[in-house]
């Protein structure tokens, strides 16, 4: 196996409108979400082996959720169904294209209630990479199978890739998530974070500052994501800038998802993730991530928009044509 993503699968309710706040909106449409699980299906879609771990609601939604994953070549043995809690709900308003409102129903929600001993150990063992985000690390049981996860992985030598994916109302407060996030961070190799995030773990904005502040904490790779301004990592060789492309957004949600699977199917190509990375290659594995995430802004909702292969591969050369 090459990932395996860990966390949160859920219905995002979609707008039928862009441009009004949610207590305004009209009407909203059911879509697959969940941020580790598009991830694996963006994976999946470039081509790279993946699977899922998490847990769902044994309801209607909960089935369709894991049948959507499976027919889009996810591996779902890991997941498990919860008979007492309901899948959990996320209703989603989009006051502009490049902004988003959320809403949770999770009291609790079922991702929330995965047990340690309900892992699958032997795709944990199996794994190249485990990826996961930090609403893993909001409550238990799901924390302890987290830090259980990371155990397994980085014992037989996985990398360990984070997604902060900072949720402020699912939280109980910024200083929990902070605490939460800069506990997990010495297990961590790949870090990534957005600006907001950037300011919430460090105090500050400078991109250079700041990801010299997360490695120091542990991490391998840095990566800032910035929107429409592009992305930026740091690594031991270096740091570096990779502009955005540019298109017309139609919905940025889950540009963020698209851009990790691009990234991480991107890192796999290098060979073990301890071996120094040069700054040409990690520019060249961002410039990727980037395309990956400027095609997935062009559809509305996130798994109908993440790209396969051949559309980042054809995506890219007319953009280098273009450059010539």
């Known amino acids: 196996m090459d990932v395996v993503c860990l966390g949160e699968l859920l219905v995002d309710m979609f707008p039928a409108e862009i441009g009004r706040r949610l207590v305004d909106v009209s009407a909203f449409r059911p879509k697959p979400g969940g941020a580790p699980a598009n991830v694996s299906v963006g994976l999946a879609r470039l081509g790279t082996h993946s699977a899922f771990i998490g847990k769902v609601g044994d ?25 007492f809690a309901r899948t959990t709900m996320a209703f989603i308003a989009m006051p502009d294209p490049d902004t988003a409102e959320f809403v ?39 924390r302890h199978a ?46 990534k974070v957005n600006e907001v995030e950037l300011a919430l773990l460090t105090g500050g904005d400078d991109l250079s500052l700041g990801s010299q502040h997360l490695l120091s904490l542990g991490p391998d790779i840095c990566v800032i994501t910035l929107g429409k301004g592009g992305s930026y990592f740091r690594v031991p060789a270096g740091d570096g800038f990779i502009p955005s492309f540019d298109v017309g957004t139609v919905d940025a949600t889950g540009c963020g998802d698209g851009f990790v699977a691009g990234l991480l199917t991107g890192l796999l190509t290098h060979g073990h993730w301890s071996e120094e990375i040069s700054i040409e290659k990690m520019s060249g594995y961002l410039t990727f991530a980037n395309a990956v995430g400027a095609l997935t802004a062009q559809t509305l909702g996130v798994i109908p928009a993440l790209p396969t292969l051949n559309m980042v591969e054809d995506f890219l050369s007319r953009h280098s044509e273009k450059q010539d």
């Open 59 to 83: 309801d209607a939604f909960g089935h369709h959720l894991a049948d959507v994953l499976a027919k889009n070549g996810v591996e779902t043995r890991g997941m498990r169904f919860d008979e």
């Open 146 to 191: 987290a830090f259980e996860a990371i155990e397994v992985v980085s014992g037989a030598g996985g990398m360990i890739s984070l997604d902060v994916n900072y949720r402020p109302t699912l939280w109980p407060s910024p200083e929990l998530a902070i605490e939460a996030v800069t506990a997990v961070l010495p297990r961590v190799n790949l870090v």
């Open 104 to 142: 949770f129903y999770r009291n609790p929600g079922a991702d929330m209630l995965l047990h340690p001993d309900e892992l699958d150990l032997g795709l944990l063992e199996a794994t190249k990479v485990l990826h996961f985000g930090s609403l893993s690390l909001v409550d238990d049981p799901i």
